[in-house]
């Protein structure tokens, strides 16, 4: 039983891969942005689904993480020129000025940086409940964004970076794929693994009821910060690919804003899913490239409409608000793909008896 | 500082807590009610600055008769807002709830910035606000002081209602315990819709002062304002209508004394607020004013 699953799974990924290259071969390049667009977002999705979704605890706070590991492993990867170039308003300081590491060790220090942050911020804030704790950890990423716009000498302040090197070791641009599909890879295979532990059982049962969770002798705070440490890791880990894809980063980036829509992508796809949040990422992002045609002009036939700026969002804001009111599961509610689906199929009927 | 320049900021911080007091009552109400964060209130407060912006620009009213249409329509924006976000969901788990009134406001902000633009707009000011007065040495524009006034006859208009009326007291009966107001026959339905009226009706008067203060208009104007509103609340304990002001008056009056300690602190103004929630959510959780209540199991 335990074997079969590891072989399946390990096919499931060799099936993900051969994809992968052929999609490499197959995308144009603006394809393959809004594809690696679409894996930036699952990573963030599923972190904020593993806080949110498994734990329940409802933060906000998402796009302040992903500032700390943006800013962190933007400032990691940029050459001298670079830095000296962005920062002509004030000198950076110089304990920076000639740091320059390999884009992998500089996101995984992104993410350290985010992940310590967390602790740093969950300490005091989840001991609090429900709603305050969605402001506190929003307070926070505010705090965290109005840091980064005032420290100019360290992350230059609300002019921003500019020219961040591109993911991926080389300068091809054929690399990011790899990189990203393959921390995607990597985030899934540790979720699935964490939430199937006795320590993701413990998150589940915090979420159905805190009082019963502690009086089966679950030590909340541990388990709540193991959990918003763990996301907010992949927060930054997240937020440091959205740097470097985006190839420029700027406090105003890491607003409020950017949390909706990772919330967004959670709620559709329905929350307590890794797999809902997989697919929900890539459709929300696709869809979201698709859409920009209702912002410019439209030709139906020999009508014409002209676009309004903003519509797209219309569209998404009012989608979010129609889930959340009539069908609350989004698309998948808490189950997850299976390969035991298939067995139910016709033509296995044999091995759904074994299982 | 001169207690000249000391009296200037005074008048500021009093003025801008006015305003910080007046909407963070619209919070507190709300939750005093139905425990929910309505984060849409910002936009309700957005919303009420376009209505009078148009009022005048578009529909040639004088200033008053736009601020009262403003006031009136905000307050049916607000019991509308209730009805289509809120009460579907009123025995849904609370994370449902939130994520609910997170997005009426994202879809309020969106909304608003197809139909009225995204540039900034700015708010006509009729020429009896603009004036200034000099008392002593201290020149002060009239809004500054118009402002507080406004706010405690709002006050006393509100205290009278909460504390000397029928509906009133089915609101705090409500606020006290929701099940047992049922069970005494009040009307949960008009009460809560009652009291979104109240609280849009308030943020109205905050947001049309606010235009005239800083008379520039942009869809997103309220997403900020709006948590600074909510975190005074929380300062003073949510639930807690003399606690908002309290709290209103706090956050005002300590953000201005940044301002004017010193100019290498400004940039940091917008962080006061939420270090200042922080802080109070881990001394006092139940806010300054606030009761403690017990987690019933």
Redesign the interface.
């Known amino acids: 039983m335990k074997r079969e699953k590891v072989i399946q799974s390990l096919i499931s990924i060799a099936a993900v891969i051969i994809l992968l290259v052929i999609l490499n071969k197959v995308l144009t390049p603006f394809q393959a942005r809004i594809f690696n667009l679409g894996g930036i977002y699952i990573i963030l999705a599923i972190s904020m689904n593993l806080i949110?979704g498994f734990v329940?605890l409802?933060s906000l706070g998402h796009a302040g993480f992903m500032a700390v590991g943006a800013y962190t492993s933007a400032l990691l990867t940029m050459s001298r020129e670079a830095k000296e170039m962005n920062f002509f308003l004030e000198p950076i300081v110089p304990w920076l000025l000639d740091v320059q590491l390999p884009f992998p060790i500089a996101i995984i220090i992104g993410g350290l940086m985010a992940a310590l942050a967390a602790a740093l911020i969950g300490a005091?804030?989840l001991?609090?409940n429900?709603?305050?704790l969605?402001?506190?950890t929003?307070?926070?990423s505010?705090?965290i964004r109005?840091?980064f716009?005032?420290t100019q000498s360290l992350t230059n302040g609300a002019l921003g970076l500019k020219g961040l090197p591109y993911i991926g070791v080389t300068d091809s641009p054929k690399e990011a794929i790899w990189w990203i599909w393959g921390l995607v890879i990597i985030t899934i295979v540790f979720m699935v693994l964490l939430i199937n532990s006795t320590y993701g059982r413990a998150f589940k049962a915090i979420r159905e009821d805190e009082?019963a969770a502690e009086a089966m002798g679950i030590n909340l705070f541990k388990h709540k910060m193991m959990a918003f440490i763990i996301g907010s890791f992949f927060a930054g880990i997240g937020g440091a690919l959205l740097g470097h894809y985006m190839n420029t980063i700027d406090p105003l980036l890491f607003r409020?804003l950017l949390t909706?829509n990772i919330?967004l992508i959670v709620?559709l796809g329905g929350?307590g899913s890794i797999t809902s949040s997989v697919i929900s990422a890539i459709v929300v992002t696709i869809a979201q490239e698709l859409l920009r045609v209702l912002d410019g002009k439209m030709q139906i036939g020999s009508l014409i409409i002209n676009g309004?700026?903003?519509?797209r969002?219309?569209v998404f804001?009012?989608l979010?608000?129609l889930v959340?009111?009539f069908y609350?599961r989004g698309l998948m509610g808490t189950n997850e793909f299976s390969w035991s689906w298939f067995k139910k199929l016709p033509f296995k009927t044999k091995k759904a008896k074994i299982s | 500082m001169s207690f000249q320049t000391f009296l200037q900021h005074l008048v500021n911080g009093i003025s801008l807590g006015s305003l910080y007091a007046l909407l963070a009552i619209g919070y507190t109400m709300v939750y005093g009610i139905l425990r929910l964060i309505n984060f849409a209130h910002g936009d309700i407060f957005m919303l009420a600055t376009y209505i009078a912006f148009y009022s005048i620009t578009t529909f040639l009213l004088p200033w008053w008769a736009a601020f009262l249409i403003a006031i009136i329509l905000t307050a049916l924006l607000g019991i509308l807002l209730e009805r289509a976000a809120y009460r579907p969901l009123r025995n849904s788990p609370r994370i449902s709830i939130m994520i609910s009134a997170i997005g009426a406001s994202f879809l309020i902000e969106n909304l608003a910035i197809v139909f009225f633009g995204g540039r900034p707009k700015a708010f006509p000011i009729a020429p009896i606000f603009s004036k200034i007065v000099r008392i002593g040495d201290v020149s002060i524009s009239i809004v500054t002081i118009i402002i507080p006034i406004i706010t405690v006859i709002a006050l006393v208009i509100l205290n009278f209602i909460v504390n000397k009326t029928k509906t009133g007291m089915a609101m705090r009966a409500v606020s006290k315990d929701y099940d047992a107001a049922k069970l005494m026959g009040i009307n949960i339905n008009h009460i809560i819709s009652f009291t979104f009226g109240t609280g849009s009706a308030l943020a109205a008067i905050g947001g049309i002062m606010w235009a005239l203060k800083y008379p520039q208009l942009i869809p997103l104007m309220g997403v900020m304002p709006g948590l600074k509103f909510f975190i005074a609340a929380v300062i003073g304990g949510i639930g807690n209508i003399k606690g908002a002001v309290l709290g209103g008056f706090i956050l005002g009056l300590g953000e201005i004394a940044i301002v004017a300690s010193s100019p290498a602190l400004s940039g940091y103004r917008d962080a006061f607020a939420f270090i200042l929630l922080i802080i109070i959510l881990l001394v006092k959780p139940t806010g300054l004013l606030g009761q403690n209540s017990a987690e019933k199991v």
């Open positions: 949110n329940g409802f005091p804030v001991r609090l429900d709603d305050y969605a402001i506190a929003l307070g926070f505010e705090i109005v840091i716009t005032n009082i409020y909706f919330i709620v929350i309004v700026p903003g519509t969002m219309v804001s009012a979010l608000m959340i009111l609350q």
